[in-house]
């Protein structure tokens, strides 16, 4: 058993326009891709529940021709968009962190 | 033609970028030079106020070589979201900028000038008659979001370049404008294809971002051939591989396999990648899916919210730490009742504790993980500058001498830094519009004017 965060290459979030947020999460072989990918460990479910969106709101998906699975939600902070009252990361690059702990059998 | 050579002289206008990236581009004969000037990805406040994220200074140095060598090599040099936000007074600031480098260089540049400033009537109309909707996330737009945008543009697709480029100007100077219509509009312009010229567009506009090492602030050029297209560095020491040139299809996208532009939506699902010596790869089978009806363009816009002031402060005292919740609230609550007459209702105050949570919020899983130190931050935003500094003064007091169960602090609960300690941050925006609006003919909408930059003759 491990953590995404600790098989993870590359491991980001950033916007994807103003209201939505998108996490990279990059692997060094396809092995480990594929045995993520397999996990059925990232699901829209298991990130809703980490942010507290809702799961029809949150697209996975699967990138092997770079190694990589992307998941996009909404933006979790502002009262209209980044950089809006209340937001608490305009770029949105420090978000990926609630998805570091998730165990990966 | 069954060939064209393209240059993007970085990822972003201010960046920077080796010269000599550009020199060893400028000897394959390139066709065009480009340059992103712009983003929202800094927030509303760029587009909103009309000034660049980037310094002007900056602008100018990554300017004057690209505007030399395009003078030379006898092709257009064309610049998207000039100025950052690409309205009006972004493009009116980098033209005067670009005035001053073609004097200075002996230029007299004739230049197409496309503003993507949009007219609130034509966009009230469009909403009127449904033909606008939100982009995923954003709210739905109102006639009062329109009116009340400081700023308004259209970032327009291929078409208006195409238009301008084909009047053979030395340089086109576009307002608002798509990341890939800079390197799309020539090779569709001549007939390539048009999935493949978006597709290798899409890699450039951010420089050699897609390099190994990455660079956002280093040249990248693209030839595009009739069914494929090669990306390659300029820089010696930077290459490109399938992975690197796919990963680069991540970022910032909320799809790998996609790419919506005005004309349609590129399918990258069927692309190759494949390695042609260690600078170059060559990637071909993605394609453009047209709209079946109407072209759609993004709609941008930034409205002024208030003014913020803000201070930061630190809090080493392990009693205040556990207790910040109790201090911030009473504060707050302390405050107004001091603030005779002002309205709680229409200021906004935010606390931030930097070292718990201030990242994530109640989303974040460690935040209640014991901190031996924390940066608080207290953020004001009301309808004056005046109005934010006096509401963070009384913010500031109470907080500093808050009383709660069991303090030992009495002298004071919070570390400032600095004398003042309260900082003025100036008018606030937000984005007022984020939206798709259907539109017939993208080239009535951002029509071109015609502009001499440089010495008069």
């Known amino acids: 058993m491990s953590t995404l965060g600790e098989l993870a290459q590359v491991f980001r979030s950033k916007n994807a326009g103003p209201f939505l947020i998108t996490i990279d999460v990059m692997f060094e072989s396809m092995a480990l891709f594929e045995r993520v990918a397999a996990s059925g460990a990232i699901t829209p479910a298991v990130v809703a529940a980490r942010y507290g969106v809702k799961a029809e709101d949150v697209r996975v998906i699967d990138y092997p021709r770079a190694k990589a699975i992307k998941i996009t939600m909404p933006r979790l902070w502002g009262t209209r968009g980044a950089g809006s009252i209340g937001d608490r990361d305009v770029y949105g690059a420090q978000q990926h962190a609630p998805l570091l702990s998730v165990a990966i059998p | 033609m069954d060939q064209l050579r393209l240059i993007a002289i970085n990822g972003m206008l201010g960046y920077g970028y080796p010269v000599a990236s550009l020199e060893r581009g400028m000897q394959q004969a390139p066709h065009l030079l480009g340059v992103d000037a712009g983003s929202t990805d800094a927030g509303p406040f760029y587009l909103g106020h009309g000034v660049p994220l980037t310094a002007p200074r900056q602008i100018e140095r990554d300017l004057r070589p690209a505007m030399r060598a395009a003078r030379e090599g006898k092709v257009p040099l064309v610049v998207g979201s000039a100025g950052f936000g690409g309205a009006r007074p972004h493009v009116e600031l980098f033209l005067s900028i670009a005035d001053r480098i073609a004097r200075e260089e002996g230029l007299r540049l004739r230049t197409a000038v496309i503003y993507a400033d949009l007219d609130r009537g034509v966009v009230e109309t469009a909403l009127a008659q449904g033909r606008v909707r939100p982009l995923a996330?954003?709210?739905?737009?109102?006639?009062?979001?329109?009116?009340?945008?400081?700023?308004?543009?259209?970032?327009?697709?291929?078409?208006?370049?195409?238009?301008?480029?084909?009047?053979?100007?030395?340089?086109?100077?576009?307002?608002?404008?798509?990341?890939?219509?800079?390197?799309?509009?020539?090779?569709?312009?001549?007939?390539?294809?048009?999935?493949?010229?978006?597709?290798?567009?899409?890699?450039?506009?951010?420089?050699?971002?897609?390099?190994?090492?990455?660079?956002?602030?280093?040249?990248?050029?693209?030839?595009?051939?009739?069914?494929?297209?090669?990306?390659?560095?300029?820089?010696?020491?930077?290459?490109?591989?399938?992975?690197?040139?796919?990963?680069?299809?991540?970022?910032?996208?909320?799809?790998?396999?996609?790419?919506?532009?005005?004309?349609?939506?590129?399918?990258?699902?069927?692309?190759?990648?494949?390695?042609?010596?260690?600078?170059?790869?060559?990637?071909?089978?993605?394609?453009?899916?047209?709209?079946?009806?109407?072209?759609?363009?993004?709609?941008?816009?930034?409205?002024?919210?208030?003014?913020?002031?803000?201070?930061?402060?630190?809090?080493?005292?392990?009693?205040?730490?556990?207790?910040?919740?109790?201090?911030?609230?009473?504060?707050?609550?302390?405050?107004?009742?001091?603030?005779?007459?002002?309205?709680?209702?229409?200021?906004?105050?935010?606390?931030?504790?930097?070292?718990?949570?201030?990242?994530?919020?109640?989303?974040?899983?460690?935040?209640?993980?014991?901190?031996?130190?924390?940066?608080?931050?207290?953020?004001?935003?009301?309808?004056?500058?005046?109005?934010?500094?006096?509401?963070?003064?009384?913010m500031r007091s109470s907080a500093l001498h808050c009383p709660f169960e069991g303090r030992t602090t009495t002298a004071g609960n919070l570390a400032f830094p600095f004398s003042p300690s309260d900082l003025a941050g100036g008018p606030v925006y937000e984005f007022s519009a984020y939206h798709l609006m259907e539109v017939e003919d993208q080239v009535k909408l951002f029509p071109y004017d015609v502009v001499t930059l440089g010495a008069r003759s």
């Not at chain 2, 941008?300 to 913020?308: D, M, S, V």
């Not at chain 2, 001091?338 to 504790?353: E, Q």
């Not at chain 2, 031996?372 to 309808?383: C, N, Q, R, S, T």
């Open chain 2, 137 to 394: 996330g954003a709210p739905h737009l109102t006639k009062e979001d329109i009116r009340g945008s400081r700023q308004l543009v259209g970032q327009m697709g291929t078409e208006p370049l195409i238009a301008a480029l084909d009047g053979g100007f030395d340089m086109i100077v576009a307002g608002r404008c798509c990341d890939t219509s800079i390197y799309a509009a020539l090779p569709i312009m001549h007939g390539f294809d048009p999935g493949l010229a978006i597709h290798m567009a899409k890699i450039m506009e951010c420089g050699a971002q897609c390099g190994l090492p990455l660079a956002p602030n280093d040249c990248l050029m693209g030839v595009i051939h009739r069914d494929h297209f090669l990306i390659k560095t300029l820089h010696p020491g930077r290459r490109v591989t399938p992975q690197s040139v796919a990963a680069h299809t991540l970022y910032e996208q909320p799809d790998p396999y996609e790419i919506h532009e005005p004309e349609g939506t590129v399918d990258m699902k069927n692309a190759v990648f494949e390695q042609v010596d260690p600078h170059t790869v060559k990637v071909s089978g993605s394609r453009l899916l047209p709209h079946a009806g109407r072209h759609t363009v993004k709609v941008e816009g930034a409205r002024l919210i208030g003014y913020r002031a803000a201070l930061i402060a630190g809090i080493r005292d392990p009693n205040v730490i556990s207790n910040i919740d109790v201090v911030t609230k009473r504060a707050e609550e302390m405050a107004f009742a001091n603030l005779d007459g002002i309205d709680p209702g229409k200021v906004s105050v935010t606390w931030r504790a930097y070292g718990r949570d201030a990242v994530l919020g109640e989303r974040d899983p460690d935040r209640r993980k014991a901190a031996h130190e924390i940066g608080l931050m207290i953020d004001v935003v009301a309808e004056s500058q005046d109005l934010a500094n006096t509401v963070l003064a009384m």
